[in-house]
DNA sequence: TAGATTGTTAATCGATTAACAATC
DNA sequence: TAGATTGTTAATCGATTAACAATC
């Protein structure tokens, strides 16, 4: 029996992948059966070209003037990414960030289900929080192991976030989710995803400055944009 | 006199100098006057030779054999984001999600000043939230004009987002932070940043489950790692 | 001078887009 | 059949990496 080649899906691809299955299951739950790339790439504001590429990783076969089978679509890409089944994930930080995301619903239909709550501070400890209670650090590599926890999220300010990191690999977390804006040192193996917020910030204000500039030339006798209306 | 070239930089150049910035500025904190490329991209795990591309963009000239002058590389990337003088911003939605954003002290070295809050919720109105009052959205508009603000950051679930987005543009905000998930409809020329964590999650997922595909393969005998160990 | 480092040009790599044949 | 839509192959575009000359 051969490997499946084990076809590499490109990092922008799955990227969108969450978007269309979104999309998708909006879709199904009403009623529509199948979905055709030209929707979904109106829909979403993307090239139909680009979006059965995707789809093409799927390897669900779409029917040409049909379009794609919803149902085999949405598992296909539920499996692509892991998520038939909910990965157990623990989160550390209950601050204001951790609590927030201790709140997302939505999770549940991504593939994250939290499962446990860790904070430093002791007025935290025992208070159920988002349903879930909040243990002390010295309990955490005993809670991972027993409830089977391969993803850790670091919500804790940055300085706390090294040794937290170090805490996870100990206790055998494969994967760290970081929202910590630090650079982590973590031995190689581990999967770790940053979450960051201030390149995201950094794109927002360079298109910003190109388009007041732009604005300047167009009318430079203008009032100066970051200044009055 | 000739228009600059504008020479355009590119979206991952963008996404990298905050972090470029981070590390020079911690730099220049500690006395240093210049810094090789290489030994940014030692520190950062980067190429060389795209640390040197992406300082290209600065115009900054390095020194063969010393390197390139702190203050001015400093200077010049703030200068090319646009962080030089701050930009105002409100929020709108007073959540979890949206007080951690309003404690983010760090957000002052990255160009950004979010001087107004508001909330639908009554209960939340004039309470401070780390130092701002929290305004009722009918005050929205006005305080936007009067406060000059021209970055609007979105942290409402998702079902209360466009609305808050429409107001935001009728109240003539250039730039929409957008932290819920859903896709915003905005008049061209709006500039929109989302913060999409389900793209994020998405790529750590595939790449768990890559990881466990992969360790499967190699001792299929293993008990089955989504669940024991 | 010798050699480390810059800065530029060329090669490679990867993703998007375009073109078009296959097919229902 | 005609025509819309799939799915694949080729062309384009853009970013990264490699090579190397310039320079302090």
């Known amino acids: 029996m051969k490997n499946a080649p084990a076809r590499e899906v490109p990092q922008p691809t799955i990227r969108r992948l969450p978007t269309y299955l979104h999309y998708l299951r909006d879709r199904a ?9 030209s929707a979904i790439a109106q829909h979403l504001g993307l090239e139909a070209t680009q979006v059965r590429k995707d789809l093409g ?4 076969a779409g029917k040409p003037r049909v379009g794609y089978p919803l149902p085999l679509l949405i598992d296909a890409i ?3 990414l892991g998520w038939q089944r909910l990965s157990r994930a623990c989160l550390v930080g ?3 960030l951790g609590t927030s995301l201790l709140g997302y619903e939505r999770f549940s239909h991504y593939g994250l289900h ?17 349903g879930r209670t909040v243990w002390p650090m010295d309990r955490f590599a005993q809670i991972v192991r027993r409830d089977d926890i391969h993803i850790g999220i670091v919500t804790v300010p940055a300085d706390a976030a090294q040794a937290v ?33 201030y390149a995201s910030l950094a794109l927002l204000s360079q298109r910003l400055v190109a388009h007041v500039t732009l604005q300047a030339q167009d009318d430079p006798h203008a009032p100066h944009p970051e200044r009055g209306r």
Chains 1, 2 share one sequence.
């Open 29 to 37: 739950a009403s009623g529509q059966a199948v979905v055709s790339t």
């Open 57 to 60: 990783y799927t390897g669900v």
């Open 78 to 80: 539920e499996a692509l």
């Open 165 to 197: 990191a170090d805490l996870m690999v100990a206790a055998g977390i494969a994967a760290i989710w970081n929202f910590a804006p630090v650079t982590l040192r973590l031995p190689p193996g581990i999967i770790v995803q940053n979450e960051d917020l």
């Open 114 to 130: 939290i499962v446990a709550a860790f904070d430093r501070d002791p007025r935290q400890h025992g208070r159920p929080c988002s």
């Open 94 to 96: 209950v601050g204001h």
